[in-house]
């Protein structure tokens, strides 16, 4: 029964990471969000509309076992120090942005911090690509998904795979807007 916080809730990635906390047992799942009633649908018990209040403030002393950071940014990391238990784990899969060369700067500093005791631990997902274990966590992902525990969300606009739509799937998927998966179709030639 762990507390968990997932920023950015309603996208691709925090749209299912919300759904799998659920499913593999979480004792409450916070998200942020502005479509409340999408990511409370998705299961989360605590909605933090970032449009209506602070997330730092909001944050503040939940006592979390866990935060999932899937949009970035220097903000979700300020927000989870004051949210995360002694102990407690944040996870991005982006980062802060920028150049690598600040991302990994930012990585070394902040867990400098966890280990002088003023702060949590702080980790960058990058995606396992080696056999067994992706496979073994794609079955289980597999397994959530066909059992109905999780159910992929995809955005409701549709890309066509042309020069000009090109650079409209990448503002969309750049805007941190989208709500699930966004769809590139290619037409058969």
Do not use: C
Request: proline fraction near 1%.
């Amino acid at each position: 029964g762990q507390r968990v916080a997932i920023l950015g809730g309603s996208g691709g990635v925090g749209s299912l990471a919300v759904q799998m906390a659920k499913a593999l047992g979480a004792g409450h799942v916070y998200a942020t969000g502005s479509s409340v009633d999408l990511i409370k649908g998705l299961g989360a018990d605590t909605v933090i509309n970032y449009r209506e209040v602070s997330i730092v403030e909001e944050m503040k002393g939940l006592d979390l076992d866990l935060v999932f950071d899937t949009v970035g940014g220097y903000d979700g990391w300020q927000a989870a120090q004051g949210g995360l238990k002694k102990g407690g784990k944040f996870i991005s899969i982006v980062g802060d942005g920028g150049s690598i060369g600040a991302i990994i700067r930012a990585s070394i500093w902040r867990n400098a911090m966890y280990f002088l005791g003023l702060g949590a631990s702080y980790k960058i997902f990058l995606t396992n690509t080696k056999a067994p274990e992706v496979e073994s966590d794609m079955k289980k992902i597999t397994e959530l998904v066909e059992s109905g525990s999780v159910k992929p969300l995809v955005d409701e606009r549709d890309f066509e795979l042309t020069t000009a739509s090109l650079g409209d799937i990448i503002k969309a998927s750049m805007s941190h807007r989208t709500k699930g998966k966004l769809v590139l179709t290619v037409a058969k030639v």
